[in-house]
Nanobody, 117 residues
């Protein structure tokens, strides 16, 4: 089982940038597809980006061209670089790990991103 801890959230003005990081422990990430999801108040959790162990990436249409997901299996970590942030990007951002062997999904506790002037 893998444990995930997110960091890097905060308050940023529109047009600004943030980098979220997810540190994993308890298991190597090499057998997991990693992802970032977000959930705004009153809304369902939605996919932001995923990255496979072969580093194939996928993004929600709303963040394409602005967000970049990356992983470093040697450091057991996954990052999400976000630029040109907008108020609609405000949400609690969660790191996820889905095992390619068992399909079990694991979640971190989330890190808050607030975009406001």
């Amino acid at each position: 089982q893998v444990q995930l801890v997110e960091s890097g959230g905060g308050l940023v003005e529109p047009g600004g940038s943030l980098k979220l990081s997810c540190e994993a422990s308890g298991s190597s990430l090499i057998i997991y597809t990693m992802g970032w999801y977000r959930q705004a108040p009153g809304q369902q959790r939605e996919l932001v980006a995923t990255i496979t162990s072969s580093k194939k990436t996928d993004y929600a249409d709303s963040v394409k061209g602005r967000f970049t997901i990356s992983r470093d299996d040697a450091r057991n970590s996954v990052d999400l670089e976000m630029r040109d942030l907008q108020p609609d990007d405000s949400a609690l951002y969660y790191c996820s790990a889905q095992s390619v062997i068992t399909n079990n999904n694991y979640w971190g506790q989330g890190t808050q991103v607030t975009v406001s002037s």
